[in-house]
């Protein structure tokens, strides 16, 4: 399985980014996760294999939302970042995992290499 990302950015606070990433292989749970510097990957949002489930952690509640398409033999799934704050600064990663709860737990199979998104205020 190969996963890249790709969309991220410099912007400033309060526009909007979209990231993306293509993954290989068979349609699976997916999830975006950041790390800002100093400070250990979190996850930021996760959703099931066919899109239909969703969970954003609080920060980005109201603000980011995930969405896939799927193909068969690649998905892709995007993570739309709309009013975006200087504390959204981080390196995104896309993972796949086996499904949303152990995305919300972290607990991922394959990681992309990340995209880096700066917002400066």
């Known amino acids: 399985v190969q996963l890249q990302e790709s969309g991220g950015g410099l912007v400033q606070a309060g526009e909007s980014l979209r990231l993306s990433c293509t993954a290989t292989?068979?349609?699976?749970?997916m999830g975006w996760f950041r790390q800002a510097p100093g400070k250990e990957r979190e996850w930021v949002s996760c959703?099931?294999?066919?899109?239909?489930?969703?969970?954003?952690t609080d920060s980005v509640k109201g603000r980011f939302s995930i969405s896939k398409d799927n193909a068969k033999n690649m998905h892709m799934v995007h993570l739309q970042m709309n009013s975006l704050k200087p504390e959204d600064t981080a390196m995104y990663f896309c993972?796949?995992?086996?499904?949303?709860?152990?995305?919300?737990?972290?607990?991922?199979?394959?990681w992309g290499q990340g995209t880096q998104v700066t917002v400066s205020s």
């Open positions: 993972a796949e995992v086996r499904d949303t709860q152990q995305c919300r737990r972290g607990e991922v199979i394959y």
């Open positions: 292989g068979f349609p699976s749970a």
């Open positions: 959703t099931s294999a066919g899109g239909s489930v969703t969970y954003y």
